[in-house]
């Protein structure tokens, strides 16, 4: 029983427990978002501390990597090519009718325009910011969203995603900072009509720099 219930078969299906995980089907509207933000949650702050932890030109290596490599999974998952474990965890988790992986393309195009404008430190700061508020803001606001702001975006969804991001982002500047920055955010993430993924990371620098804040140790 044990061994049918983890067994992945030929075919190159998933797990139960990682399939259930993902899956729309289980939990319409929340399940597939939970894998889907949890994995945006992480490629923001793994992000970020890779990038922290390498020199200039190690972190624009590995931003460069990043969205050259999505680029080309988007253009195999377009043209129907099947890539092992990855076909089958974006059947599961993509939103339907969307660009496969275009969130994270845009992650990375913002990231790397952050990182030749504004240097490692703020790009950190937003990569951050826009992994822990969009991941909150979205899960928060399917499951207990009843106030709508712009398009789909909740009032308690973004609420709960800018406060996530401000305890977050209290890990790498002044709480006060923080709190500003995470407020700012989340207004661009709850009111820009165009991908957030790309205007909360160059919002968030753009305000650190008009603010004239250097981050202590970034």
């Not at 990182?115 to 991941?135: C, E, I």
């Not at 995603?161 to 002044?174: D, E, K, T, V, Y």
């Not at 165009?194 to 160059?202: E, F, T």
């Amino acid at each position: 029983m044990e061994g049918d219930y983890f067994k992945v078969t030929a075919a190159g299906h998933l797990p139960e427990p990682a399939r259930w995980f993902i899956s729309r089907d289980r939990y319409p509207g929340v399940m597939g978002e939970t894998f889907r933000q949890t994995v945006h949650l992480l490629m923001g702050v793994l992000g970020a501390a890779v990038i922290l932890r390498l020199g200039d030109r190690g972190a624009f290596i590995f931003v460069s990597a990043a969205l050259v490599v999505q680029f080309l999974l988007c253009d195999a998952f377009t043209r129907g090519y099947d890539v092992p474990v990855l076909s089958r965890v974006m059947d599961e988790s993509e939103r339907t009718g969307k660009v496969p992986l275009k969130g994270g393309i845009a992650y990375a195009a913002g990231a790397l325009f952050c990182l030749a404008v504004f240097g490692r430190g703020y790009t950190a700061v937003g990569l951050v910011t826009v992994g822990v508020l969009d991941s909150v803001a979205t899960l928060v606001g399917l499951r207990f969203g009843r106030h709508t702001l712009v398009g789909k975006k909740s009032f308690e969804g973004t609420v709960a995603g800018a406060a996530a991001a401000a305890l977050a982002l209290s890990f790498l500047i002044p709480w006060w900072a923080a709190a500003a920055v995470a407020a700012i955010a989340g207004i661009i993430e709850a009111c820009f009509p165009l991908d957030d993924n790309v205007a909360v990371q160059v919002g968030v620098c753009v305000m650190l720099a008009g603010m004239g804040f250097i981050a202590a140790g970034l």
